[in-house]
């Protein structure tokens, strides 16, 4: 519609109470002198290279106006008061500073394809290793759309787990080292180095910032059970949006204590299990039934929030809602912590099931998706 404006050139400006006023047929847009002087782009406010900002809020002045603004075909020219700086905007840029678009935020449900059910995601797609490392795109993207992506035919090999991740990113690194090993140990710090079967859940909840990303790369698997389970917490969060909006309110604004203590390590952090952003998308998940401390919350407040939980829980658990597979040798799933739950099923330890995982952010793996397209 803007555009449309734009080849009709039929902007005018003026000056009103010290910021512009930008006329284009009816449409008519104040823009504030001092962020008309933010977004300016010439030699002394942007560095030329790096288009970093050369000055802070103090250094402009406090009385900021516009003095003047001209019309030059699709550019308009201003002068500021009291200072007399002078800078060139593209009016479409100033046409779209009057409806910004909602912020990107790659960490929230917006642009991300949900999956109710496992059946949304079945069959299961993976991704030979060989192809990943030539054209790693397709299986970035899965992480950031569908919350996962599995890789297949990756070495078997310890501490392979640490090199896919740092085929995208930068490995996290924790109490737990730089990779863990999630196999049956002898006196276990945590139920994940045990044969039981674990409940959905996202990891490190007791972390801040959490981890982003998981990896869990399988060198052996010859045992009786031991399946692994992803479902999508935003998934389920959006259901309880829509029908049940007490509970979703309460979970979004009730904050708890996620808590791990072990001899070498005391952890914690206090978020909500579903965190939203500024404009109410849902942004992280944290779901762990281990580390979640009892909430310090008024009666009446307790049996609102666990009648909440129990609701969400009833999503997460929900057996279509989990997909189900078997990580075979070679197998390693990259997954965002943050959004998908995992779970696995109970294993006989004498069968040998040996499993390697490390920890990594989204932002590396963003910033390499975006890398790629931009080179290819
Ligand atoms: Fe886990």
Not at 62 to 76: E, N, P, S, T, W
Not at 193 to 207: C, E, K, Q, V
């Given at each position: 519609?803007?555009?449309?404006?734009?080849?009709?050139?039929?902007?005018?400006?003026?000056?009103?109470?010290?910021?512009?006023?930008?006329?284009?047929?009816?449409?008519?847009?104040?823009?504030?002198?001092?962020?008309?002087?933010?977004?300016?782009?010439?030699?002394?406010?942007?560095?030329?290279?790096?288009?970093?900002?050369?000055?802070?809020?103090?250094?402009?002045?406090?009385?900021?106006?516009?003095?003047?603004?001209?019309?030059?075909?699709?550019?308009?020219?201003?002068?500021?008061?009291?200072?007399?700086?002078?800078?060139?905007?593209?009016?479409?840029?100033?046409?779209?500073?009057?409806?910004?678009?909602?912020?990107?935020?790659?960490?929230?449900?917006?642009?991300?394809?949900?999956?109710?059910?496992?059946?949304?995601?079945?069959?299961?797609?993976?991704?030979?290793?060989?192809?990943?490392?030539?054209?790693?795109?397709?299986?970035?993207?899965?992480?950031?759309?569908?919350?996962?992506?599995?890789?297949?035919?990756?070495?078997?090999?310890?501490?392979?787990?640490?090199?896919?991740?740092?085929?995208?990113?930068?490995?996290?690194?924790?109490?737990?080292?730089?990779?863990?090993?999630?196999?049956?140990?002898?006196?276990?710090?945590?139920?994940?180095?045990?044969?039981?079967?674990?409940?959905?859940?996202?990891?490190?909840?007791?972390?801040?910032?959490?981890?982003?990303?998981?990896?869990l790369h399988c060198l052996h698997n010859a045992s009786v059970g031991g399946e692994s389970g992803l479902v999508d917490g935003f998934a389920a969060a959006a259901t309880l949006r829509e029908h049940d909006r007490r509970a979703f309110d309460v979970l979004t604004g009730t904050a708890v204590t996620y808590r791990f203590d072990a001899p070498d390590a005391h952890l914690s952090a206090v978020a909500p299990l579903i965190a939203l952003d500024q404009s109410g998308r849902i942004r992280e998940i944290r779901f762990n039934n281990r580390s979640m401390a009892v909430p310090r919350l008024r009666p009446d407040l307790a049996r609102?929030?666990?009648?909440?939980?129990?609701?969400?829980?009833?999503?997460?658990?929900?057996?279509?809602?989990?997909?189900?597979?078997?990580?075979?040798?070679?197998?390693?799933?990259?997954?965002?912590?943050?959004?998908?739950?995992?779970?696995?099923?109970?294993?006989?330890?004498?069968?040998?099931?040996?499993?390697?995982?490390?920890?990594?952010?989204?932002?590396?793996?963003?910033?390499?998706?975006?890398?790629?397209?931009?080179?290819?």
């Open positions: 519609m803007y555009s449309q404006v734009i080849e009709k050139r039929a902007a005018a400006v003026s000056v009103v109470d010290g910021d512009l006023r930008l006329t284009v047929d009816d449409a008519v847009i104040e823009i504030a002198a001092v962020w008309l002087r933010d977004a300016c782009t010439d030699a002394v406010s942007r560095d030329a290279v790096s288009g970093q900002r050369l000055f802070n809020i103090v250094d402009l002045p406090a009385d900021l106006r516009v003095r003047d603004a001209q019309v030059h075909g699709d550019r308009i020219e201003i002068e500021f008061a009291p200072d007399g700086h002078r800078s060139v905007f593209e009016l479409d840029a100033l046409l779209a500073a009057d409806a910004p678009a909602p912020l990107a935020d790659s960490r929230t449900e917006q642009g991300k394809r949900l999956w109710r059910t496992a059946a949304e995601v079945s069959p299961l797609r993976s991704h030979d290793w060989a192809g990943y490392l030539a054209d790693p795109a397709t299986a970035l993207q899965d992480v950031v759309k569908s919350g996962f992506a599995l890789l297949r035919g990756v070495p078997a090999e310890p501490g392979q787990v640490t090199e896919v991740a740092e085929t995208f990113g930068f490995v996290r690194e924790t109490n737990y080292g730089r990779l863990f090993d999630v196999r049956v140990e002898e006196n276990a710090v945590n139920l994940a180095f045990t044969g039981l079967a674990i409940s959905p859940h996202t990891d490190n909840p007791y972390r801040d910032p959490v981890p982003t990303l998981q990896l609102e929030f666990y009648r909440a939980y129990r609701a969400f829980a009833e999503l997460l658990f929900a057996p279509e809602a989990q997909l189900n597979f078997h990580l075979g040798a070679g197998d390693c799933l990259i997954f965002d912590n943050t959004r998908l739950l995992h779970a696995r099923t109970a294993f006989a330890a004498a069968g040998g099931r040996h499993l390697q995982g490390t920890y990594a952010d989204l932002d590396g793996l963003l910033s390499t998706l975006q890398t790629y397209q931009e080179t290819r």
